[in-house]
């Protein structure tokens, strides 16, 4: 017949030592995938950036624009409206469409205006989109704005 085995002191140190080791070794993968992954940079320098904040705010609000957009099958459109509710053609229009927390799926789609809005075609994933844009108007002013997008799954 088999003897009971005993649970030791080299027994408790091993079990202690192996769940201590794997919650390490998860959160030190976790912390290295956090920031390998999500750049986390608005701008390059936040002090010099701040210097002209108010200034390209003042000016961004004078436009009176306001920016709705929406996901739509295979693409995206980004309305443009004066303080009317007339749509905006503007002189430039540049754009970012990626996710917050990383930036492999970013694309810079390329947006067509149809008299009403701006559309373009891009690959969107369910989940949560970001749609970072600086527009011109005709007079040189930039407008910036981020916007959120929620694509269902």
């Keep these: 017949m088999n003897e009971p085995r005993t649970l ?3 027994h408790v140190a091993a079990i202690f030592g192996a769940f201590f080791g794997t919650i390490i070794t998860v959160n030190l993968m976790l912390a290295y995938s956090a ?3 999500f750049p986390g940079i608005e701008v390059k320098n936040s002090y010099v950036a701040s210097q002209t904040f108010d200034a390209r705010r003042e000016q961004q609000e004078a436009l009176g624009w ?7 099958n295979g693409g995206v459109s980004l309305e443009i409206k004066d303080a009317r509710g007339a749509p905006v053609e503007v002189n430039r229009l540049y754009a970012t469409l ?4 990383h930036v492999k799926d970013d694309q810079s789609p390329i947006f067509t205006f149809n008299g009403h809005r701006y ?5 969107l994933a369910p989940g949560y989109w970001n749609l970072r844009m600086r527009a011109y108007a005709a007079d ?4 910036e704005q981020r916007i959120e997008l929620f694509v269902k799954g």
Excluded at 140 to 143: D, R, S, Y
């Design 98 to 101: 990626g996710r917050a927390t």
């Design 66 to 72: 306001n920016v709705y957009a929406q996901t739509m």
């Design 119 to 123: 559309e373009a075609p891009a690959k």
């Design 8 to 10: 030791t002191g080299w």
């Design 140 to 143: 040189g002013t930039p407008f």
């Design 35 to 37: 920031v390998s992954t």
